[in-house]
């Protein structure tokens, strides 16, 4: 796998260490080119940058050394990591995104991906669980890397996770039984950014994310039969990944 370096000035002065390395997050550019993109996560003004950068040929682009913590994630939760910027490695693909013209994202940048993906997994012991996107860390704010992007492909490549319904059991609930076990369920995948017990307008967020990312056909944010069974999957399997 051949890395080429294009090196950002934007990360923190303090080194880290291996172990503190626990989260990948994959993020689109959402920009209107790949120069535009770049010139954006190398300029000082903007306080932005990330690990690595792939374009949709595939090339890969080393902009931060991963022992560095790099500008990709901003307020975000998973778990129980509290702005992730400084334990993760922040990979961005080069899409237009939902604001210019959100493209699939190419087979050759997705094999690249998986690649990189693989070896910072084994290279740091990242759990499965943990390979997140940043709309799963930042619910509120974020898109990215959307509705096209090819989760259960990943977990095919044994990255991430993923689940199979056909097997579940048959679930019925009083709704709102549904809608908290729902949220529990969410909690104990890693969503943040809303309460078990209370509901609110905000919901929305955490729904649509998970839907996003897990049932993309769907992005409603209402809760639905699937979108709960998805959920219900996901959680009662978590050790596994
Ligand atoms: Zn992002």
């Not at 993906?117 to 974020?142: E, F, M, T, W």
Request: hydrophobic fraction near 35%.
């Amino acid at each position: 796998m051949t890395i080429k370096t294009i090196y950002s000035s934007n990360f923190s002065k303090k080194t880290r260490k291996f172990k503190d390395i626990k989260i990948i997050v994959i993020h689109y550019t959402g920009m209107q080119s790949k120069i535009v993109s770049i010139k954006r996560l190398v300029n000082p003004r903007f306080k932005v940058s990330c690990h690595y950068l792939i374009d949709r040929k595939g090339l890969i682009f080393r902009m931060v050394e991963d022992n560095k913590v790099a500008w990709h994630a901003g307020k975000s939760k998973w778990k129980n990591f509290v702005n992730l910027n400084k334990c993760s490695i922040g990979i961005e693909l080069i899409n237009k995104g939902h604001k210019f013209g959100y493209e699939k994202f190419t087979s050759i940048q997705l094999k690249r991906l998986m690649q990189l993906c693989l070896k910072l997994k084994k290279k740091y012991k990242i759990k499965n669980s943990n390979i997140v996107g940043h709309s799963d860390v930042a619910p509120q704010r974020k898109k990215d890397p959307g509705e096209k992007f090819p989760w259960k492909k990943l977990k095919n490549n044994n990255l991430g996770i993923w689940y199979k319904v056909q097997n579940s059991k048959k679930i019925e609930f009083k709704n709102k039984d549904f809608q908290k076990q729902f949220f529990r369920n969410l909690y104990k995948i890693g969503y943040r950014y809303f309460e078990i017990n209370r509901r609110s307008k905000k919901d929305v967020f955490p729904i649509k994310a998970f839907q996003r990312r897990f049932y993309p056909q769907n992005v409603s944010g209402k809760i639905d039969k699937k979108t709960f069974k998805i959920s219900h999957f996901l959680a009662s399997r978590l050790n596994l990944s």
